[in-house]
């Protein structure tokens, strides 16, 4: 067997390498994809759908951060958009947030080599003087150098702490490197800093700060806090190489503006079965405010309504698909919280979440209870031939569906390769340019093939044992 | 003959494709290359010194607009760091100039689909009042499209011209498409316009706007002039295409502040013979104020001092090699024309400028009187192992060599692949991370064994027939 024919032997069967290499057993043979599927998968493989969604979010609305009245135009733009693709009881259901909004940033160094700083205000991050503040920097090359600074070592300074993210096709350094951002300047600030910045959280090697929120323990009163981009802080880092104190001077001016409406915007495929489970899928509708939201995630919303509307346009289903646009995952998740809080007491009997760009799915994972493991099974054979391989970690993935998923809903998720998201995650390069025309149309048939799987399935799906 | 290896004869003799398909003879051999320049050309495949004069100044400097204390500080740090290089009369020759900053620069469209713009004021744009300025767009696809646009019609209104310049290795599109912002606002000025935006020369399809120089006729007063990013431009003619009305806010406060010093700085490596010319090699120290002009021209005065060290570091050539660095080559040029006013009448042998980047050099062309052609077959067989062709355009390419070689001055152009040049050139993302430090040691190469060949060439260097 050549060795191009095994790998692709391998991933058609989803087993580790390994176990070839041991020589263990071949794995039983994939049920059989049925020809309603297939035809409906390959058929989304010339879909126009969900172009034209990102297209015209993006061109029509453009950037929509939570709570603000961008986010609520979203949300008639989305009414008549899936109101006019022929959805059922398209509706808006809204919720109050503390909304935070950006200010004018600025950022220069002073000394000893003067030059302008590109950089933006994390989420939730506290505000300058309007004048702006002017300190010294503490230098830490990673997250875990800043957690080690002793307590008020950092009085009246600016902490950078300028670990580098790489990217990774599942996503996973994300997790890792985004300490930084996530909690770095809550702790900063419990060791007496007056300013965080970091090198920003992405992939890139450009000038195109990446925001994202950060988030302050109770009774920490926010310091201001801002990313550098990768450019920028990578340039700090060379003027820190060469030994002299650096002083840097920050106008960051954000504000709470009070609670405002978010909310998520739902539509439905009906089924014929009273007695099945909902099947919700979804994205989330608001952005961050710097680019225009187009692989984070006008892609996600416009990929799962595509694959919605394909079961919509045939024979329905047996199970009821709510299509979910949830409002604010990005600066608190308000509106997967009002979902629960509405619908935890309807039955869902799977949830899935596309939050992850649009570049082309490459593997599948389940959390499926046993009874729904042959309908997994099938989900994994229908795409098999799209280049998927089947996962071994347990899906449930995705901000908005977390809940859910603690609840004992089933999950499976479509992951998309990630080995580009984090260049323009969070950036003002966040824009239609990135979605690759190809590739996202290989979601929308993933998408088709796993709903009209699932939303089909004769077997029942109960509860799983949830994620801890 | 493989096609291959025929494509690669092709390359090391410099004929065009058509000479052997119409079965034209072999050409002459080419000289022998002297073990001298074999061993510094392949010495300087290992250089340091350029990456460490880029590094250096866009890190301990960085943006360097004309005239400004920031170009002044970077004279200090040039004569620095030549005199620490061993260069000899290492020294500043100053000139004023009319000088020009930018202000505050928004963007956003009002009506039918706010949204923020990314966008930047070319240099010599007028300016808004502060609180800024509120009118309709008139959108031309191409300049063509401007030009033909009857007087008066676009009293009141906003011109936007969205050519799309695609790159070329030879940069050649940017001469053409760079009309738009050459000289578009004066044309639209003309034409009754209070304001104009542009989709930014550049091949990138990102948020970073492309600055650069716009220049009005005498008597038309500068209107607000300002390029969006491609990516901006492409979603503001996205809107256009939806076919209502548009209406942008702009808010552009450049303004001109009198006049202020440039400077060339200069150093040499002083030949032996008192009787031949001076060869002339830099680039320019200014730079626009959006990144930190690595590719624009740090990489240039890099790559031309880098090789000029080369000769330094050995036996005294024949000829002084005279590297400069410029001021202002991008408002105006008062630093070359300086240069001219001051030295034209000293005996220039050759001159030649870096100032495309530094990616590999892929082209050398000449401008040489008859008494130097075996010269410049010398230099041309010297650089074919570093895969480099011979042009047949006349060389002497370069805006700060342009009054010397009008002159009859003769020349040499080491033209870099633009392939990539266009993504970056005038905009926040002209910085280190551009710098590919292999293809910059290539370049180094090149100019070491060009210098090299004409520093101690035997034949005179007269007087060429000068481009019209």
Redesign the interface.
């Known amino acids: 067997m050549r060795k191009t024919a095994l790998l692709a032997a391998l991933a058609a069967t989803a087993l580790p390498f390994s176990a070839f290499a041991q020589g263990r057993p071949a794995p039983a043979p994939a049920p059989a994809v049925s020809a309603e599927v297939a035809a409906l998968r390959d058929a989304a493989l010339k879909d126009d759908v969900a172009y034209d969604i990102v297209?015209g979010l993006?061109?029509?609305?453009?950037?929509r951060l939570a709570g603000t009245e961008?986010e609520a135009?979203a949300r008639d733009w989305a009414v008549q958009k899936l109101t006019a693709l022929g959805f059922k009881n398209v509706r808006i259901e809204t919720t109050p947030m503390s909304v935070w909004v950006r200010g004018v940033e600025t950022g220069e160094v002073v000394a000893p080599?003067?030059?302008?700083l590109?950089l933006t205000a994390l989420g939730g991050s506290g505000a300058t003087p309007p004048e702006g503040i002017t300190a010294e920097i503490v230098y830490f090359p990673s997250f875990a150098d800043l957690q080690r600074a002793p307590e008020g070592s950092l009085k009246g300074k600016i902490a950078f702490v300028s670990n580098a993210m790489v990217a990774t096709q599942d996503g996973s350094s994300y997790g890792q490197f985004g300490a930084a951002r996530f909690v770095g300047p809550g702790i900063a600030a419990q060791k007496g800093a007056i300013a965080m910045v970091i090198r920003s959280i992405g992939s890139d090697?450009?000038?195109?700060p990446h925001t994202g929120q950060t988030n302050f323990p109770k009774g920490v009163a926010p310091i201001p806090a801002a990313a550098l981009s990768t450019?920028d802080a990578?340039?700090l880092s060379?003027?820190v190489a060469?030994g002299q104190p650096i002083k840097l001077h920050l106008v960051l001016t954000p504000r709470e503006t009070g609670q405002h409406d978010t909310g998520n915007v739902i539509a439905e495929v009906p089924g014929t079965d009273p007695n099945a489970g909902l099947i919700v899928v979804g994205g989330h509708l608001d952005s961050w405010d710097l680019?225009?939201g187009a692989i984070d995630d006008a892609s996600g919303v416009a990929i799962t309504a595509a694959a919605a509307k394909r079961l919509l346009d045939g024979p329905a289903p047996r199970r009821t698909i709510r299509v979910v646009w949830f409002g604010d995952e990005e600066t608190g998740g308000a509106g997967a919280a009002a979902y629960f809080a509405a619908h935890k007491n309807e039955r869902h009997d799977l949830v899935a979440e596309s939050d992850f760009g649009a570049d082309r799915i490459w593997r599948v994972e389940f959390n499926l209870p046993d009874s729904a493991k042959p309908a997994g099974d099938r989900v994994a054979a229908a795409l098999a031939p799209l280049g998927i391989v089947r996962g071994t970690a347990l899906g449930g993935d995705g901000a908005d569906i977390a809940l859910l998923v603690k609840s004992g809903v089933a999950a499976i998720d479509l992951n998309q390769s990630g080995t580009r998201y984090f260049d323009y995650h969070h950036t003002?390069?966040d824009?239609?340019?990135r979605i690759d025309p190809e590739q996202l149309r290989q979601n929308v048939a993933a998408w088709t093939a796993m709903l009209a799987v699932i939303a089909n399935a004769p077997e029942e799906i109960g509860t799983t044992k949830a994620k801890p």
Chains 1, 2 share one sequence.
Not at 58 to 63: A, D, F, L, M, S
Not at 113 to 116: G, I, L, R, T
Not at 205 to 208: A, K
């Open positions: 297209e993006t061109t029509e609305v453009g950037p961008a135009r080599f003067p030059q302008k590109h090697h450009g000038r195109g450019s990578d340039n060379r003027m060469r680019g225009t003002p390069e824009t239609l340019e």
